[in-house]
Each structure stands twice: as C-alpha cells, then as structure tokens.
C-alpha cells in the first residue's frame, strides 16, 4: 500500500525523515518495501499483513507511528457533530432491512453541488498514491478512504427512485450494471444499497451505474457504512469482483470511525464542489460493544511469552497510543478494551505482541532452550539414507517429481502391493482441479514421473539415464476415510553403462542392471530374504518382468517398459524400471548378520553346466541343489549362461558352480563323486534339464 | 717366448678388430629394437671372447712352452689382455643396457592427465541434500525429526492450527482439495498437530516434507515443494529461544558469523508472530560481493527466509496442552527457495524437472 509522506505529516508531527519513519514501520511489522519520490512528496511503499486492516490508510500509520512519537493523530482530537437527524424522519429516507449484515448506516445528502475537477492539491495528493483523479466528488470519497480508511459511496440522489435508500438482500434474478458497465446476476445472500425499487448498488463492493455521479449531477447521497466482513467476501467471490473497498470491508473497518469519515468528506464536498448539507443520517440498529480483553498482570504476561522485560507502566503507554485502554474492575480485575478499529485484538497473547513489537524484537534476548535429551532421526530415516547413497554410489541420480499427474495415466501402471487396499479398481485420488494442465490424479506410482524425466533427457541428447526416486503414492479408500498413502521407491535405466568423465559408454545397460540395483539398494535397507519370479506385469514387457518378493511377500516388480508405453513415450532404446513398497520392505526390521565360523579346511568346487529351454529358471536349479540337505553343500553360484552356436533354438546353457566342504575333515574327490551325481540328477529330474559334459 | 707373445697380441687385435664397431657406441639415433639388436650380438661376442673356452684363455694353455723364469710374466700377459676385453665389453653393456631401460620407462611414460577409470557416480537431489545437512544440525540440538500425511483433513491442516471457517488464510484460493474433501497439505505445520498428538508434551521436532500450493509453475512458483517446520513446547519457553534456536542453526549452517533478524508478522497458527531473516551467505552481510550488487540477497545485505512466532494457545488447546502452563516457539521455511537463493538458480522450477544436467551439478 501506498503512503505519502507529506499526508501522513497533515496527520500527525513527525519525529526524523522518511527514511527513519520507514525504519520504525518496518521496526513494528509494517514493513516498508521501498520509499518513492513523487514531486516534492516521498511515498513509502508498505507490505501490511492480512490482519491489520486498520493500517490501510494514512490514520492507520500515523496511530503506529504516534506510540514512537509520542505525539497524538490530529485527526482524532477533532471533534465530530453527533447530532444526527432525528430517527423518525430518517426512516424516510434510509431503511435497513437486513440488519444481519449491515450493521451501520450513514447517509447524508449534500445539495446543490456543482460536479467538476479537483484542485491541484486533490489531484497531487491521489496521484501520489497511485490513484487516477475523476471528478471532485469521486476524488474526495477515495480521498477519505485513503486517509480515514473508511470506504465510502456518492450516488446522484436525483437517480434514486423514491429518492431513499432501502438496504436489503438482492431477490432471486435480480441484476444490476456495475460502474465497470458489467450486468452482474445477484442471488439472495448479496446485500444491495437499493432505491425505492431496484438495486442502485452491490453494499461495499461497487456502485451501480444508473445511480452513479456525472457530470449533471447535482444532488448527491453519501453513504458511509458497516457491512459484516464474511458477507463482503461471500460476494466478492461469488461475483469474481474485488475493489479498494471490498478489500477494506472484507478485512474490517471501523464501525466507530462512520461519522468523522462522513463528516470530513461532506466538509470537503461544501467546500470544493460547493453545495449545503443536510443532516445526518445515522441507522445503527445494534450498537457495537467494544471486545475486552482480561490480563490482570500485562508485565508478566510478556516476560513469559518474550522474555522482554517491560513494566505494566510502560505496557499500558505502548497500548494506550494503540488506542486499547485499560479498565480496572470493581473487584479489581484489570482488563484492555479492543479498539473497534482492530479485528484482531483478542486474547491476552493479542496484547503481548502489541507491547512485543513496539518495544523491540530486537530487544528480545538469544538464548537457546534447556537441554532436553538425545535427537532422534525419523525411524527409517537411516535405512532410507543408505538406500538413497547405495543408488548414488552406483550411478543413480535422484530425481523429485510432481506428487499430481496426468489422467493419461489412468490405468497404465499396475500399483505396487499394499497400495489398493481395497483392491476394487483404480480408486484414484483425484484433485478437485490442477495448476498444471491436466495433471489432477495424485500419482498411483512413481513410475510416470521418472519416465517423464527419461524423456526430457533424451530430448536433451542425455541417452544415458539412470534416476530414482523415494516418495508417496496415493489411493482413494472410500467411506470418508483419508486415502491411502504409501512411501515408494522407483528407479529407471536406460543407455549405457557410463564412466566418470569419458565420453564413451562401455556397454547398454539391460534388465540385470536394473535387478542389481534393486538388489543393492534392498541390501542397503537390511533385506536379506530377496527373491524374483517372472511375473506378468501390464506395464511390464511378457518374458522381461519379474516379480520382487522380501521374505516371501511381493512388495514390487522390475523389468522392460512394455513396448506399448515406451512407443507412447517414443523411446527408441529400451527403458528398464523397478517400483517397490518401500514401507512394507521397511516394516520389518533390518536383518543382523549371525557370526559363522570360518572354514576350517579346504572344500572343492564343481562347475556343472546344463543344456535347458528358457523357461528352466536358475533358482528352480539352485533349489534342486539346495533340497539335497546335505551338509557337504555350502554354497551354489552362477557362472556363466551361454545360448548361440552349438544350441538348438530357444536352449541355453547354465553353468553352476558348487562348493562342497565339510566343517571337520579335507574332503577328498571319492567323497562327494556320488553326492554330485545325486545332485545332478535331482536337477534333471526336476527342471528336465539336461547336464552338458 | 715372443712367438706365444705375438699369439696372444694376435688374439687380442682379432678381438679389438671384432669389437671396433662396439667401441665408442654412439645411440643417439638408435631405437629400442636397434639397441635390442646390438645388445644381442654383443652377447654373442662376449660368448667367444671370454669364458674358458674363448682365444684368450686358450693362450694360457702355451705357458708350459715359456721359458720358466718368463711364466710370470707371460701369465700376467694374458690376464691383463684377458681383463682389457672383459672391461671393454662390460662397458659397452653398461651403456647399452642403460639405454634399453631408459628406453623401456619412456615407452611405459603415460598421460597422467587421462581421466581415472570408474563408474560415474550419481548425485543426491539437491532437496535431500540440504535436508539432510539440516536434519543433522537439528538432530545434533536435540530435536526429532517428524513427518506425517500428505493428505490431511481440513482438521488438521486448517482447524487445529486455529485457521477456522471463514478465516481469508482458508479461503484463499491456495489450497488443493481432493475430489472427497480432502485438502494436500499447504504447510508442514500439520505435523506440530499430529505430533503433539502423538508425543505430548513438552516436545522438540522438525518436520521435512512435501505440501501443496495452487500457484501456477512459473520462474519463481512451484505447486509442490519442501518445507521444514520446527517446533518446541515445554515450560518457560520464550521468543529469546526461538531467537536463539534460529540463530544457532543458521550459525551452523552458514557460518558462526551470521546475524538474524526478527520483524513482527501474522500468521494464525503463531502470537506474537515474527518472520525472520538472516545475513547474507554470501556478502556476509554487506550487500556488496567482489565489488558488484550481492545476487542472493539483491544487495540488502538480507535473506529473507521464514516465518516464526510463539504457538498460538489455541493450537496447543487443540492437542489438549494447556496454553497456561506450557508455551513454544514454531518456524518454517522453504528448502526450494533456500536452495534458489543458495546457488542463485533463477528458475525454481528446474528442481522438479528431473533434468540430469541439473541434478549432477551438485553434491
Ligand atoms: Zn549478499
């Protein structure tokens, strides 16, 4: 909000320059962004908080500035007429028929006016703040408003039908045409000014245009009102329209202050526009009871919450220039009545922060808490952390995508386990409406997001991309319940296998790469029990997807991007990625490892290869071996896997080594030659594979 | 004795004329194959010229035909030819096998500049790094860390925070509202609720986390980000702490010089409220860096950072705290705008854009 400097000197004696007086605006929380010249006139710009509307004009600043000054507000020892016309012929002209919402009317009329330009000093005075000069009767109701903060309105009273006021709520289907020349369609919760017979305007938001000042005008109706807060912005919301004065009447204005603004516009009316005024009219049907506040002990009261240390003397001074007084009670209770100015003087805490910033947060002290105890990371915070260092060590970069996509999306993705706890469908958590076109589902899966960014660094000629990225997904659980929401870990591969600081890739990544990662990064988080089975995953190409399982349970899958949404996205390399529950992986506790001795004597190993189709898997291999039980089997591990020359089509070769050794004596070949044949036979048996000599 | 004299100066000018062309070897044009060569066929000239079975030795054999009074003499003929030839041709070898292994390490000289060879390493999300180092300092002072939903009820992300009904922070227009009524959450200070739930009092954490705003993306606004709240309850709790608290992680954060600054504010949740400031990272305060207009903190001196104040005492009423026994500071600040303004990025929305060439700039 604009402020000028010369104005604010009409208001009150300044101590020091503008800059000082910026600086002890800033001091109390009115913080001055920037002081302007205009002509002989400086104009501090100045960012007020949403709970001090009171402070929206130069009386508003000047009552701050006068608790460092010491000095009154001139404006307030002035007195004001109170006599206002009798109630009994004001009926006649203003009526209030919806006292709910307008608490105060005012009205005065001023007759024989001659509409025309403002002075030089009116126009200077606007322009300063920004504000465009129109007329002498228009100029001077903005005036008001900017010096008293009371939004006022002008209507030609000759264009009022009946030549009175009725304020009321609008009738269903009523309209009116706003100064801004826009028929605007009202319904029965706006509240009109209107004439005798139809709206002449909407209450505190904008006059109508057929009641409007022109230049013909000669008879003028001031009206100076309170209307509740929460009707003006119902309104202003509703009618998508918002105005200097529906901004003040939104935040609050002073129902107490009606009158001086009143009297001080009609005053300058008579005296710039020429004209005699007519009593005043005054429609007050409840009087307004001024809020109070109990602190029977202010000092206090601010040691405890600030620390500041400021006697009850010099408390009730800072409070006293705000214009909240003090009262004494007959049993002695000491309470501070709430200016009618302020909206937000409510609780002792209210006050506090009154005495708390015009004495100085600079004045509070720097001290930190008494000890409490040992700190503590979030539970799996330190799990999380080394996924997150495992991934980075080898290669991932960490990405942050938007928690909302796209509808395109809907369906593509089969959700990780443990998200759809209800399982019936797709149950979408879907946003009301998006800031980003289109994107109004909070996302099932991180997935979408990661291919995003693959695409936006293949756009950038970045082939090489390996991401991943821990965070929530979400799913809608019905019967009013808040969704769910589960904490995921995803990655992507793609390109080749890149080396620090060389410009050639070495080899393209492919589907092991993805499962080593995934592999890592569940050892990182303590999982030991890890397992994959080929699995059919709809967003998965058939006979590239696995299932991921910890202890038995599936928690996620790991593959090649279906072929049918990497042509979606226009890849043309294929795109590796893997999506896990990490919540239900880090529900069950990290593994400790158990101490085993250390071999005692020396075992031997045999490599065994076996010819079999490519649906043998190798596990089904290792657990044939395994389901031996014989303790001379201490370890089963991959070699190699070879297909091509020499293999018919859709055969490949497993080579498996296994090491047999005994805790308690050297093993010599006779002793494991029938257990090995056992053993291969069991494979054969079992995966009809075939052993290759 | 003179015949066997002229046998054995035969013997020797037979070698001197062999090994003429290894006398005075010059190398400067030879290769490592050329001295390779030459090494080789000194080797074989070694072979005849010394040992038992060569010329020289063979000249000893006429000591029995010498007149005995001259053996000596002539004996010590031929160990003085035979040691003339031997140290000729351990010189030549001396200076050719000098040669060779010089030549070998200049072969095996290598480019110490190439680039080492491993695996690119990736990079954390600048986010997580800041959080990470924050949650450090905050550990390390005693606090909690905490995080709750992201979907919340009006409840929790407006009521409990003493944002009731009608209150203009509610019906602007910035919060996301899910198509059953619920709200993402637009401040992390949900967490100050649900914790306080959870904990009681007298409590200490900070809460990281994600929430929502309807701002449309641009340079400066993003719909998503990061916030850290923190808050402590207990007895006694003054805004001289919440100073301090401020103060000393910032101190951490950014060096023991920096100054905070506190100025009076509003937010519902807080009273007396206050946002803070703290001295330039990077002019240390003076507005001025190497003689140019500092960027992060456009030459005030100042970064503008967060907002804090004494918990409101309906807050703590809405978790069952009773507001006269117990007080507590709460603050809050964005990591996206803390990042901004610490690596004077000029588009806030480069952080969710997943773009590589952004996210290894940084680790
Ligand atoms: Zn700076």
New interface residues.
């Given amino acids: 909000m604009n402020i000028s400097y010369n104005w604010l000197k009409d208001l009150i004696d300044l101590k020091g320059n503008a800059e000082e007086v910026a600086r002890q605006l800033t001091r109390v929380g009115l913080a001055v962004e920037g002081i302007h010249p205009h002509g002989d006139d400086l104009v501090l710009d100045i960012d007020l908080t949403s709970n001090r509307p009171d402070c929206l004009s130069h009386l508003g600043i000047a009552r701050e500035l006068s608790v460092y000054t010491g000095s009154p507000v001139k404006v307030l020892t002035e007195d004001v007429p109170d006599v206002p016309m009798p109630a009994v012929l004001a009926g006649d002209i203003v009526r209030i028929d919806a006292p709910d919402i307008c608490h105060r009317f005012t009205a005065r009329i001023v007759r024989n006016v001659k509409i025309g330009p403002s002075p030089k000093w009116l126009v200077d005075r606007l322009e300063a703040i920004g504000e465009r000069s129109i007329n002498n009767v228009a100029d001077i109701t903005n005036y008001v408003m900017h010096e008293l903060g009371q939004p006022m309105h002008s209507f030609d009273l000759d264009k009022l039908e009946g030549g009175r006021i009725v304020v009321r709520r609008a009738a269903a289907g009523e309209t009116i045409t706003t100064l801004d020349e826009v028929e605007r369609n009202l319904d029965d919760s706006m509240l009109m000014i209107c004439d005798a017979v139809k709206p002449a305007a909407i209450g505190g938001i904008m006059g109508g245009l057929n009641s409007s000042i022109t230049d013909d005008t000669v008879n003028v109706l001031l009206e100076v009102a309170f209307f509740k807060r929460e009707s003006i912005r119902s309104t202003s919301r509703k009618l998508n329209l918002t105005t200097e004065a529906s901004y003040r009447f939104e935040r609050g204005v002073d129902i107490d202050n009606l009158v001086r603004a009143s009297d001080r516009a009609v005053r300058l009316i008579c005296e710039l526009a020429g004209g005699v005024a007519d009593d005043l009219i005054d429609v007050y049907p409840s009087v307004h009871r001024a809020g109070r506040v109990v602190s029977n002990d202010i000092s206090a009261a601010v040691k405890r919450l600030t620390g500041l240390t400021v006697s009850t003397d010099e408390c009730d001074r800072i409070l006293e220039s705000l214009g909240i007084t003090a009262e004494t009670g007959e049993e002695g209770e000491k309470s501070y009545l709430s200016p009618t100015w302020r909206h937000d003087i409510a609780i002792e805490e209210d006050l506090v922060e009154e005495v708390a910033r015009h004495t100085g947060y600079e004045n509070i002290g720097v001290e930190l808490p008494p000890a409490f105890g040992a700190g503590e990371y979030q539970h799996n915070e330190p799990r999380e952390k080394r996924l997150r260092q495992t991934l980075v060590d080898q290669g991932f970069d960490e990405a942050i995508s938007y928690s909302f996509i796209d509808t395109r999306f809907d369906g593509m993705f089969d959700a990780v386990p443990g998200l759809l706890i209800h399982g019936g469908g797709d149950r979408f958590v879907t946003l009301n409406d998006s800031v980003i076109e289109g994107a109004v589902r909070m996302r099932h899966s991180i997935l979408p997001g990661l291919l995003d960014a693959v695409r936006l660094n293949l756009n950038f000629q970045r082939r090489d991309v390996r991401l991943f990225e821990l965070g929530k997904a979400f799913a809608a659980v019905g019967d009013g319940e808040p969704p769910n929401e589960q904490e995921l870990f995803a990655l992507v591969v793609t390109g080749g296998e890149v080396h620090q600081d060389r410009a050639m890739t070495t080899r393209e990544l492919d589907f092991y790469d993805a499962k080593g990662a995934v592999e890592a990064a569940m050892a990182a988080v303590g999982v030991t029990d890890l397992s994959f089975r080929a699995a059919d995953v709809q967003h998965l190409r058939r006979g590239q997807a696995a299932s991921i399982a910890v202890s038995g349970e599936i928690v996620g899958s790991l593959g090649r991007l279906s072929d049918n949404i990497a042509a979606g996205y226009k890849f043309k390399q294929p795109v590796y990625i893997a999506e896990i529950n990490l919540q239900m992986v880090l529900g069950s506790a990290a593994k400790t490892p158990v101490y085993r001795p250390l071999p005692k004597f020396p075992g031997i190993t045999r490599d065994v290869s076996f010819i079999a189709g490519r649906d043998a898997a190798y596990t089904s291999m290792r657990d044939a071996i395994l389901s031996q039980g014989s303790d001379l089997i201490k370890a089963v591990d991959f070699v190699d896997v070879y297909e091509g020359k020499g293999l018919s089509e859709g055969e490949r070769s497993i080579t498996i080594r296994i090491e047999y050794r005994s805790d308690d004596r050297t093993l010599v070949d006779s002793e494991i030659d029938g257990l090995h044949l056992q053993v291969l036979s069991e494979i054969e048996r079992k995966t009809r594979a075939r052993p290759r000599f | 004795m003179s015949e066997e004299r002229e046998k054995v100066e035969e013997v020797r000018t037979a070698f001197l004329n062999e090994f003429d062309r290894f006398r005075d070897l010059d190398l400067s044009t030879a290769t490592l194959a050329s001295a390779d060569e030459v090494s080789r066929e000194l080797a074989e000239l070694k072979v005849r010229h010394t040992g038992k079975k060569s010329a020289i030795a063979g000249t000893m054999k006429l000591i029995g035909r010498v007149a005995p009074e001259e053996r000596s003499a002539f004996g010590q003929l031929v160990q003085s030819v035979e040691k003339d030839i031997v140290s000729m041709i351990e010189a030549a070898e001396a200076k050719l096998s000098e040669f060779i292994s010089d030549a070998r390490i200049e072969r095996e000289r290598l480019d110490v500049t190439l ?11 600048l ?2 790094i800041l959080r ?1 180092r924050i ?1 450090d300092i ?10 709750d ?5 009006d409840y929790y992300n407006f009521d409990a925070l003493n944002i009731p009904d ?1 209150h ?2 509610r ?1 602007s227009q910035d919060t ?5 009524g ?1 709200a ?1 959450r637009s401040q992390t200070s949900t967490v100050q609720i649900r914790a306080m739930e959870r904990r009681g009092v ?1 409590i ?1 954490i900070i809460a990281p986390g ?1 929430v ?1 705003r ?4 641009d340079m400066t606004h993003v ?2 980000f990061h916030q850290i709240e923190g808050l ?1 309850v ?1 007895k ?6 919440l ?3 401020v ?2 992680w910032l101190q951490r954060l950014f060096g023991s010089d920096t100054v905070t ?6 937010f519902p949740f807080t ?4 946002e803070f400031d703290f001295s330039c990272f990077k002019c240390r305060g003076t507005g001025q860096f190497e003689g140019e207009r500092c960027r992060p903190c456009k030459g005030s001196g100042w970064i503008e950072l967060g907002g804090s104040g ?1 918990v ?2 309906n807050v703590l009423r809405a978790v069952g705290v009773d507001p006269g026994v117990y ?1 507590g500071f709460a603050f809050g600040f964005g990591l996206e705008r803390m990042c901004a303004m610490m690596y004077s990025l000029d588009d806030i929305r480069l ?7 952004f ?2 700039q940084f680790r």
Avoid at chain 2, 138 to 147: K, P
Avoid at chain 2, 236 to 241: G, L, S
Avoid at chain 2, 271 to 274: K, L, N, V
């Fill in positions: 680039p080492g060879r491993r695996p690119r390493t990736g990079h954390l999300h986010i997580t990470q949650e905050f550990v390390s002072m005693g606090y909690h860390i905490e995080d939903r992201e979907i919340e009820t009608g203009p922070a019906e996301f509202y899910t198509t059953d619920f993402l007298p200490r994600k929502f309807r701002d449309t993306p719909p998503m402590c207990d006694d709790i003054t805004m001289a702490h100073k301090g608290t103060t000393e600054r506190f100025r009076p504010s509003y009273e007396p409220s206050a004494m409101h005492p007080s952080m969710f854009d997943n773009d590589v060439r996210l290894e």
